[in-house]
């Protein structure tokens, strides 16, 4: 009996097993049926065995089968279960120290290397023609392809599919995990260097040239060419290892080059723990990609995208793989209809959670349009005045350094100058209050354990003299807006977010919007993750005294009214269309809106000359006049961890855009590099969908 003839009998066998109840049946997992289907025969597209482990088809604990095949374009795809195994090799190197990795969640791995005939049918592109070590033909591995090549490849797929985003490039622990197979030797099938002509194409004998993949012997697990042939891509960042055991370890934050495996037919036998590095935009000749499929990251809940709308995801899947962005989330409206809301990417460092449009995310300084709300309604009661002085409606006692007073000019400070960002305060000529550093100064200066409170911020800034006359220019001050969060409850006889909440947010049905914790333990459910920045020691919270990533160390109480509010894209456009019909706005008069967005007839409004500037801050909000009688209207916001941008269009289009990091790798910010891009993706749209989503986002 023939290899083939035996494996038949076995499948054969197997499946049978299945009938009978001797062997558990398998389920594709959930939300993959419409793209995945169960193999349904003894082997796949290129004549090589269906994968099985331990005499089984199909994982006892999951009952999903060990392989799986993406039905367009066709891909194998092998289970990765969780387990421990060591990484690495000795103790010293690039390839040490050796160190326990547990593995905790099931992942699929590409049986095979990506091939030049997937590339070209989901990216319509042949990096590799012109390589001279390249054997051409749609079973040949696709070569020459970039890391940021790679993401986008992953993005497609992602969005060809019903999956969402779980597509994505492999760890390297668990690219290692499926290279050694369970192995503990230097080669997935041991140490015997004679057998290095069976298992992988290296320098020796690939004659010059790159194979078709699948010809040599799969490992134990089922995977071919993990070894040899072309060198894959990993997701992580390259640096030396840490030799403390790790939990589904995703690399550093920040790196210059993105890791390698697998060695390549340039090279010599490379064993299951060699590894290297590329920086992510090069084309290397020998560069391939085996991708990942994570089910427990499946996006169930992004609509399905009509092709009027594609310019928006193509512009989102492509702006993720050049600035390296780990989640974000985009909507977008047409005449006060949702016609487009989507996410994008990961919501967890682990790569676990995909980003929906409903997940929530830090929006910082857009929370100042929902603060000047707030403010104009209350002024439409009655119970605030623009014109009235702050610190004659707060009651705060200045602590003074001795044989100081406070500046005079404090008491001449008005809600107007506030909203104006023209309160005196020059954060660039003395320091930022709201920073990790200027929190810290005040709780050092009271004697008071961290975080300090708003009285303890208030009291401390106005024992501090201001950098200018306030109304005579102004200057950007989150400091400000902490004092209209506290003018707002003295007005209303309630706390800030509870008035917001039942009066600016509930009125449109924004719900899931509120202030935002600080440690990543005290996340609400649905929130995003920010974890790609520096790490510094926590100061207070439950975390105090232990290393923790930046976004989790600054306090986001604090911030309330100035940067504090946690969104989906999804509420926060419930906020923003509420204003697209003034004369229905059902949280603000019309007048109240005219006046919020108004030019102020000052230097905000003017430059030196008396020229109106062409953009202008108004009340909380940025305008910018059409010269035609529109306006467009919004706010930006950024801070480590968290990018957003909020804007309403003068032609009835608006859309909001939050991403769960700061600045792409090259540095800027992720919502002003993406700016001007989602005008342009707006304007190429033809003709708009007359549906409205927000019905489904309850």
């Known amino acids: 009996m023939s290899s083939a003839q035996m494996h038949m009998a076995v499948w054969t066998g197997l499946v049978l097993a299945c009938l009978c109840g001797a062997q558990p049946r398998p389920f594709l997992p959930a939300g993959c049926a419409k793209d995945f289907l169960v193999p349904n025969a003894a082997v796949d597209q290129y004549g090589n065995a269906v994968a099985w482990q331990n005499g089984l088809a199909v994982d006892p604990e999951t009952s999903w089968p060990y392989e799986i095949w993406l039905r367009n374009p066709r891909m194998e795809f092998v289970l990765l279960t969780p387990g421990e195994f060591v990484i690495g090799q000795g103790q010293s190197g690039w390839r040490g120290p050796a160190h326990r990795v547990r593995l905790t969640r099931p992942v699929y791995l590409a049986k095979y290397e990506t091939t030049q005939f997937q590339w070209e049918q989901l990216m319509a592109a042949r990096p590799w023609w012109r390589e001279s070590i390249t054997s051409h033909g749609p079973r040949h591995p696709a070569m020459a392809v970039s890391w940021h090549e790679c993401q986008r490849l992953a993005a497609r797929l992602s969005v060809s599919t019903h999956a969402g985003p779980p597509f994505r490039l492999p760890t390297e622990a668990e690219w290692e995990y499926a290279c050694r197979a369970g192995s503990t030797t230097s080669y997935p099938f041991g140490n015997d260097v004679t057998k290095l002509n069976e298992y992988e194409w290296f320098a020796s004998n690939a004659d010059g040239q790159a194979h078709a993949v699948g010809t040599r012997s799969a490992n134990a697990w089922g995977f071919h060419d993990m070894l040899g042939n072309v060198n894959e891509w990993c997701s992580d960042w390259f640096a030396k290892y840490s030799a403390e055991e790790q939990t589904d370890p995703g690399g550093p934050a920040k790196g210059r080059s993105r890791t390698i495996r697998g060695g390549s037919l340039a090279q010599g036998p490379v064993t299951t723990a060699g590894r290297g590095s590329r920086r992510p935009g090069g084309h290397y000749a020998s560069q391939g990609v085996r991708l990942a499929f994570c089910p427990s990251a499946m996006n169930t809940t992004n609509p399905p995208v009509e092709e009027a709308m594609k310019p928006f995801d193509d512009l989102m899947t492509a702006f993720m793989s050049t600035h390296d962005v780990p989640g974000a989330a985009l909507a977008v409206t047409k005449d006060g209809r949702l016609v487009y809301a989507r996410g994008f990417g990961y919501a967890d460092r682990a790569r676990t959670r995909a980003v929906v449009p409903t997940a929530r995310f830090r929006i910082a300084s857009v929370s100042k349009p929902v603060t000047a709300t707030a403010i104009m309604q209350l002024v439409e009661q009655g119970k605030l005045d623009l014109d009235a002085r702050i610190f004659e409606l707060l009651s705060y006692t200045p602590h003074l350094a001795e044989g100081t007073q406070p500046d005079p000019r404090l008491a001449t400070i008005t809600i107007r100058h506030l909203l104006l960002h023209q309160g005196g305060w020059d954060r660039d000529k003395s320091f930022s209050v709201m920073g990790i550093r200027g929190t810290t100064r005040v709780a050092t200066a009271l004697g008071v354990p961290m975080p300090p409170t708003h009285a303890h911020m208030i009291r401390y800034m106005m024992g501090q003299p201001l950098q200018f006359g306030p109304g005579t220019r102004s200057s950007y001050s989150n400091f400000g807006y902490i004092l209209l969060g506290r003018a707002i409850e003295v007005a209303s006889g309630q706390t800030y977010e509870q008035y917001v909440t039942q009066h600016v947010l509930g009125p449109v049905d924004a719900t899931g919007m509120r202030i935002g914790g600080t440690a990543r333990e005290e996340l609400v459910p649905g929130e995003v993750e920010y974890g790609r920045e520096r790490m510094i020691t926590a100061s207070f919270g439950p975390r105090k005294g232990e290393r923790v990533h930046v976004p989790y160390a600054r306090c986001i109480p604090v911030m309330d009214a100035n940067g504090g509010w946690i969104a989906s894209v999804v509420d926060l456009m419930r906020f923003a269309v509420a204003f697209d019909k003034p004369d229905a706005c059902p949280i603000l008069h019309q007048g109240s809106i005219e006046a919020m967005f108004a030019r102020p007839k000052d230097s905000n409004g003017y430059d030196s000359d008396g020229k109106p500037r062409i953009g202008y ?21 950024n801070m480590e961890g968290t990018s957003s941008s909020l804007v309403r269009r003068h032609d009835g289009i608006n859309w909001v855009v939050l991403f769960n990091a ?20 707006a304007d190429s749209v033809k003709e708009w969908p007359t549906h409205d989503l927000f019905g489904q986002f309850r």
């Open 662 to 681: 700061h600045a792409s790798p090259a540095g800027g910010s992720l919502a002003g590099a993406i700016r001007e891009r989602l005008h342009l993706a």
């Open 617 to 637: 801050y108004a009340f909380g909000w940025q305008v910018t006049p059409n010269g035609r009688g529109g306006q467009t209207t919004g706010h930006g916001g």
